[in-house]
T-cell receptor
Framework: GQNIDQPTEMTATEGAIVQINCTYQ??????LFWYQQHAGEAPTFLSY????GLEEKGRFSSFLSRSKGYSYLLLKELQMKDSASYLC???????????FGQGTELSVKP | KAGVTQTPRYLIKTRGQQVTLSCSPI?????VSWYQQTPGQGLQFLFE???????NKGNFPGRFSGRQFSNSRSEMNVSTLELGDSALYLC?????????????FGPGTRLTVT
């Protein structure tokens, strides 16, 4: 199978840093995406990693280790509006098909 | 430019009926993918279309079908609806069917089967 595992839920405090982990099966790996989804809305793209290392984009960073089948999304200076579901998705082999994890529900508390 | 649009946004059907959902991709995007999202299963891939051809298919029964038109607009059809088909159906478009291209999601169609 192509299971994507990520924690179901996390809680963090406004202004803090939170790391959301994602593990996946490495065979056929062809890229990893992070999406943010607010309740009742469509997923929106956050980041894309295909090579090992860290990709930084403002308050959000994403890391990938292809050999370990591991990625994380790092959110800094948390804001209340960051409360949402964060989806890890992996592309396998050729094509645009994405396999999604169940999503991590992040709650940011004041 | 305009984003991905999906119609209708909400739909209520009864078991045994069939339904057709529509997706218009971002202008210039030629690849369209469909996903089903439920609380229990999360986001699951249904199918992917490019140049009017289905390129990839997920593990869904044959009751789920789709097509793409020459203008890249896509439709998906579910026949003989079951209660378990109640879900948010999301369409995503990208420039091409390659993982290097970001997929942009539409707002979804919320289907309720009673």
């Amino acid at each position: 199978g192509q299971n994507i595992d990520q924690p179901t839920e996390m809680t963090a405090t406004e202004g803090a840093i939170v790391q959301i982990n994602c593990t996946y099966q490495t065979s056929g790996f062809n890229g990893l995406f992070w999406y943010q989804q607010h309740a009742g809305e469509a997923p929106t793209f956050l980041s894309y990693n295909v090579l090992d290392g860290l990709e930084e984009k403002g308050r959000f960073s994403s890391f990938l280790s292809r050999s370990k089948g591991y990625s994380y999304l790092l959110l800094k200076e948390l804001q209340m509006k960051d409360s949402a579901s964060y989806l890890c998705a992996v592309a396998y082999n050729q094509g645009g098909k994405l396999i999604f994890g169940q999503g991590t529900e992040l709650s940011v508390k004041p | 430019k305009a984003g991905v649009t999906q119609t209708p946004r909400y739909l209520i059907k009864t078991r045994g009926q069939q339904v057709t959902l529509s997706c218009s991709p971002i202008s210039g995007h030629r690849s369209v993918s469909w996903y089903q999202q439920t609380p229990g299963q999360g986001l699951q891939f249904l199918f992917e279309y490019f140049s009017e051809t289905q390129r990839n298919k997920g593990n869904f029964p044959g009751r789920f079908s789709g097509r793409q038109f020459s203008n890249s607009r896509s439709e998906m059809n579910v026949s003989t609806l079951e209660l378990g088909d109640s879900a948010l159906y999301l369409c995503a478009s990208s420039l091409a069917p390659d993982s290097a291209y970001e997929q942009y999601f539409g707002p979804g169609t919320r289907l309720t089967v009673t």
